[in-house]
C-alpha cells in the first residue's frame, strides 16, 4: 500500500511492549485533542480524545495523557500488537470553538514480533 | 452500516483540466471537512463546512472549490490553478462542536 509519510519520526517496540507516543502542541487556547491511527493507503481511524478539563483518559488498551503546563500531550499502548503498527497523528482544535483540527506530523509505531 | 464514502480511489489529472472528488456520509453529521495529506506531513485543511449551503476556506484553499447543497454530500474540485495538485484527499464529517472528526478511506490524485 502507499506510504503515509516517508520521513516520519519511529518508534520500534517489541510485540507485547507497552508504547508510548507524544505529541507536543502548538496552541495554548486548544481545548480539544484526538489521537488518529492512520494505516497505509487508508483515511485516519479515531482511537481517543480528552478535552482540556481532563488530565488523563482510558480506552481499551489506550490511555491519553494531558500536561496542559508543557503542552504536551501523550498516548500509551498497552501490550502493543502487530496490528497497532501505524503512523499516529495527534490534533488541537485551536481553541476555536469550530472544530477546526490541526494535526502533528505524526509518528510511525513499528511493532516487531 | 454508516460512514463517509470517498471515490475514486485514484485520479488522474491532465494538464489544465479541472477534476471533481466525491465524499457522502450517511452519518448524519452537520460538518464537513476536506483534507489534504503530502508524504511526510499531517493533514492540511483545504475546506470546511458546518451546515448546508455554507463552507469557508481552510489553510489552503487555492486552487480548489467546494459546494455544499446537500447534507450529505461535500464535493471537491481540484482547479487547474492548483498547480501541485498530486496528493491524498482526505474528506472526513462530524457532528458540530468539539467532536472526533471521523475520515473517509481518501482519493490519490496524480498528474498524468
Known amino acids: 500500500g502507499e506510504s503515509v509519510g516517508l520521513h516520519l519520526p519511529t518508534l520500534s517496540v517489541q510485540e507485547g511492549d507497552n508504547s508510548i507516543i507524544n505529541c507536543a502542541y502548538s496552541?495554548?487556547?486548544?481545548?480539544?485533542f484526538i489521537w488518529y491511527k492512520q494505516e497505509s493507503g487508508k483515511g485516519p481511524q479515531f482511537i481517543i480524545d480528552?478535552?482540556?478539563?481532563?488530565d488523563k483518559r482510558q480506552g481499551q488498551r489506550v490511555t491519553v495523557l494531558l500536561n496542559k503546563t508543557v503542552k504536551h500531550l501523550s498516548l500509551q499502548i498497552a501490550a502493543t500488537q502487530p496490528g497497532d503498527s501505524a503512523v499516529y497523528f495527534c490534533a488541537e482544535n485551536g481553541g476555536g470553538g469550530y472544530n477546526k483540527l490541526i494535526f502533528g506530523a505524526g509518528t510511525r509505531l513499528a511493532v516487531h514480533p | 452500516d454508516g460512514g463517509i464514502t470517498q471515490s475514486p480511489k485514484y485520479l488522474f489529472r491532465k494538464e489544465g483540466q479541472n477534476v471533481t472528488l466525491s465524499c457522502e456520509q450517511n452519518?448524519?453529521?452537520?460538518?464537513m471537512y476536506w483534507y489534504r495529506q503530502d508524504p511526510g506531513q499531517g493533514l492540511r485543511l483545504i475546506y470546511y463546512s458546518q451546515i448546508v449551503n455554507d463552507f469557508q476556506k481552510g489553510d489552503i484553499a487555492e486552487g480548489y472549490s467546494v459546494s455544499r447543497e446537500k447534507k450529505e454530500s461535500f464535493p471537491l474540485t481540484v482547479t487547474s490553478a492548483q498547480k501541485n495538485p498530486t496528493a491524498f484527499y482526505l474528506c472526513?464529517?462530524?457532528?458540530?462542536?468539539?467532536?472526533?472528526?471521523?475520515f473517509g478511506d481518501g482519493t490519490r490524485l496524480s498528474i498524468l
Open positions: 480528552i478535552r482540556s478539563n481532563m
Open positions: 472526513a464529517s462530524s457532528y458540530r462542536g468539539n467532536q472526533p472528526q471521523h
Open positions: 496552541n495554548s487556547a486548544s481545548d480539544y
Open positions: 452519518l448524519n453529521h452537520d460538518a
